[in-house]
């Protein structure tokens, strides 16, 4: 008979008493494998989102880490809003003319690089503009580059790809400036199919409808990614829904005389030109002649196609015009905000300058995301994590003298036993080796079935963690610092081990086989 099955015995012997000390050390356990697998996950999943192919962050002045919670995990809420033409200062001077031709604005925007373009030549600047809701979730206005210049994964070099469906387009004859993009828990949660229509509402998920709406014209597979969270639809169409218009005089890049007069001179004199002249940024095949006219007190950029003889007279939040390619309006640039930028230098090297420059100026900031978390994790979570460690060390030390109590208890009921077992010609090293068998046997099975626990706990709140971080998880996803417990547990079952051990080494036989 194997020493192992000896102690299996006897375990099964003492069955309360075992299950007793076992599963409370499974209670430590657990409590431990929990702890290191959440943070674990958690840390992961905030330092691989942080950056989803971009390297920072540009929004107004505030809290760099509720820039980055808001723009990055759409956690938190947006600090304020930017001006449009902040946006406009990471790009070169021909995407800043083509932007003033096609919404009109200050003429002299279209006459310079932007003060940033420099810094990210190579990279690009993606607009994000927030907000609105759709239920729980959030609307992100921003741009067809979202899902093309952006990338994920544990490599940050996986494309994002579609389960059904394809990226909004700048502009579609079908659909206008309205459609959308929503993430695979969005489209789970939500019970939306491609082809249908949704309603942002204004400032949180029980704010008024907008009267607007979007049509679904792509699923994202999931991604791990707070991505998953959000639904994405056409920059221009967010900015014509009721109140996402801002007063032209709060721009204060612009100029003290009145820009809009400009605008309207400027487009004047472009009507003038001949007809051969054309927009490369109109969304129809033939050459858009844009004019600034006035709807209910807002500036609209309203447009008509060469193909069409008239032009019919708009309506103001409604939903009749959407589909038109015939019909459409836009904003003009000294109307747009945005709730933040997305950075990638084209050169890393040039991003510490860059950053430096924007904080150094009054109205934005830059943050790293990957330093924030990181900060984040440093300040908040890690002496959280290190209380709730120190609690458990103790949990797990209390478990091994309960180990040490059992077995040592257990020795006054076998005192006879191991005498007629040294009788029979056991070695002193055998009797203590079966009490050694015992305490790891209770410590693996309590660390086993503690694993088991703790993973079950994780899979039932895997729901509320993806919800909050975006990180997927489940009953396999393990922390690297799980490899530590098993160790550390068996140490502890061997030093509570001892004391027994030596009381069954030290057992004269005479003695206990008279008794």
């Known amino acids: 008979m194997s020493l192992i099955h000896i102690a299996w015995r006897n375990f099964c012997h003492r069955a309360l008493s075992s299950f007793l000390t076992t599963f409370s050390l499974a209670l430590g356990v657990g409590l431990v494998v929990l702890v290191l697998s959440i943070y674990g996950v958690i840390s992961e999943a905030f330092t691989r989102n942080a950056s989803v192919g971009y390297n920072l962050v540009v ?86 580059e979202f899902f093309t210049k952006l990338k994920h994964g544990p490599n940050v070099d996986e494309d994002f790809t579609f389960s059904q469906g394809r990226a909004f387009s700048n ?22 199919v491609l082809g249908e229509k949704f309603y942002p509402t204004h400032g949180d998920p029980s704010g008024h409808g907008h009267a607007l709406g979007f049509t679904i014209v792509g699923i994202l597979d999931p991604t791990g990614t707070p991505n998953d969270r959000a639904a994405f639809v056409n920059l221009e169409g967010f900015y014509l829904m009721d109140g996402h218009a801002k007063p032209i005089e709060r721009d204060p890049e612009e100029d003290s005389e009145d820009v809009l007069d400009e605008a309207v001179d ?68 000294p109307e747009r905000e945005v709730t933040s930028i997305l950075i990638r230098n084209g050169n890393i090297m040039f991003a510490p300058g860059m950053q430096n420059a924007i904080n150094e100026g009054i109205r934005a900031q830059a943050a790293a995301p990957i330093g924030e978390i990181n900060k984040l994790m440093n300040l908040i979570v890690g002496p959280l994590l290190t209380a709730l460690l120190a609690i458990t060390g103790i949990t797990c030390a209390v478990a091994a003298v309960g180990i040490l109590v059992s077995i040592y208890n257990s020795m006054n009921d076998r005192r006879r036993d191991i005498a007629i077992m040294r009788a029979l010609g056991a070695r002193r090293t055998t009797v203590t080796s079966i009490i050694i068998f015992e305490s790891f046997q209770v410590a ?21 963690i993806e919800e909050q971080t975006g990180a997927q998880v489940g009953f396999f996803t393990t922390s690297n610092y799980e490899i530590l417990v098993l160790p550390l547990v068996l140490g502890l079952a061997l030093i509570a081990a001892l004391l027994p051990a030596w009381a069954a080494y030290r057992t004269d036989v005479g003695s206990n086989l008279s008794a």
Do not use: C
């Not at 004019?291 to 103001?316: A, K, M, P, Y």
């Not at 693996?444 to 509320?464: N, P």
């Open 59 to 144: 929004g107004p002045k505030g809290s760099p880490l509720q820039l980055t919670l808001n723009s990055v995990f759409y956690l938190s809420q947006p600090i304020e809003n930017l001006p449009y033409t902040e946006y406009m200062e990471f790009l070169p001077q021909d995407e800043r003319a083509s932007l003033v031709s096609r919404f009109g604005g200050d003429p002299k925007l279209a006459e310079r690089d932007g003060r940033y373009a420099p810094y990210i030549a190579g990279g690009f600047a993606i607009p994000l503009a927030l907000g609105d809701y759709f239920g729980e979730f959030r609307v992100v206005g921003t741009t067809p």
């Open 171 to 192: 502009f579609s004859p079908e659909n206008s400036y309205f459609e959308a993009v929503v993430g695979a828990r969005v489209a789970k949660e939500m019970n939306v």
């Open 266 to 333: 400027a487009e004047e004199s472009n009507e003038e030109q001949p007809e051969t002249e054309s927009e490369s940024d109109a969304p129809t095949t033939g050459s858009i002649v844009p004019e600034i006219t006035e709807s209910n007190g807002v500036r609209l950029v309203q447009t008509e196609s060469n193909t069409s003889d008239s032009v019919s007279d708009s309506t103001n939040g409604t939903s009749e015009g959407q589909s038109s390619d015939q019909e459409f309006r836009l904003i003009s640039i």
């Open 444 to 464: 693996l099975i309590g660390t086993i079935a503690g694993w088991l626990l703790a993973h079950t706990a994780i899979v039932l709140y895997s729901g509320k």
